[in-house]
Antibody, heavy 120, light 106 residues
Framework: EVQLVESGGGLVQPGGSLRLSCAAS????????MSWVRQAPGKGLEWVAN????????DYVDSVKGRFTISRDNAKNSMYLQMNSLRAEDTAVYYC?????????????WGQGTLVTVSS | SYELTQPPSVSVSPGQTASITCSGDNLGEKYACWYQQKPGQSPVLVIY???KRPSGIPYRFSGSNSGNTATLTISGTQAMDEADYYCQAWDTSTVVFGGGTKLTVL
């Protein structure tokens, strides 16, 4: 069974940093691209970042470029999101999701999410 | 940047057919996915490649995509289908979500 478990969320002051983790199990992690998606309270889904299977390619939404860094450790079946210079508008539940390529790419499994609150 | 537009809300009576649209420039030239999200839960993929259902998704969920509009159709809508629905497509290497549609079954 595919499982994705996020951790590392919490309360942080504006300008602070936080590192989120996504632990994967139930599939060969190194064979899949992965994604971070966030959802502000009461709002819709917003894609944050993707990372290729071997970590060689990374893509980010414009609003986090230069502040967030996505990475992965295939030996530990884990993905990370280092978030620096956090702003109030980064407050959201952060989900990790697996990307599957079936003719086109899709996000087929999602974790339960971890809440990040940026507030003084 | 590429944008997808959904109606904020759709209402349907139990047993009737609900249709949720998603509009984007030449969306029909891309593949659309749909996700269902119930309160307090993670999104669940219900349609991919415009019209395919993942294993475990009921037959009443179907999808289409042509021109500038993708449509999620729920036939014989049940109370358990009440949720937020998001369309999604890829713009080169980035993921684009629609704003979401709240489906109310009343």
């Amino acid at each position: 069974e595919v499982q994705l478990v996020e951790s590392g969320g919490g309360l942080v002051q504006p300008g602070g940093s936080l590192r989120l983790s996504c632990a994967a199990s139930g599939f060969t992690f190194s064979m899949y691209r992965m994604s971070w998606v966030r959802q502000a309270p009461g709002k819709g889904l917003e894609w944050v970042a993707n990372i290729k299977e071997d970590g060689s390619e990374k893509d980010y939404v414009d609003s986090v470029k230069g502040r967030f860094t996505i990475s992965r450790d295939n030996a530990k079946n884990s993905m990370y999101l280092q978030m620096n210079s956090l702003r109030a508008e980064d407050t959201a539940v952060y989900y990790c999701a697996r990307i599957v390529v079936v003719t086109a790419k899709l996000l087929d499994h999602w974790g339960q999410g971890t809440l990040v609150t940026v507030s003084s | 940047s590429y944008e997808l537009t959904q109606p904020p809300s759709v209402s349907v009576s139990p047993g009737q057919t609900a249709s949720i649209t998603c509009s984007g420039d030449n969306l029909g030239e891309k593949y659309a996915c749909w996700y269902q999200q119930k309160p307090g839960q993670s999104p669940v993929l219900v349609i991919y490649l415009d019209s395919k259902r993942p294993s475990g998704i009921p037959y009443r969920f179907s999808g289409s995509n042509s021109g500038n509009t993708a449509t999620l159709t729920i036939s014989g809508t049940q109370a358990m289908d009440e949720a937020d629905y998001y369309c999604q497509a890829w713009d080169t290497s980035t993921v684009v979500f629609g704003g979401g549609t709240k489906l109310t079954v009343l």
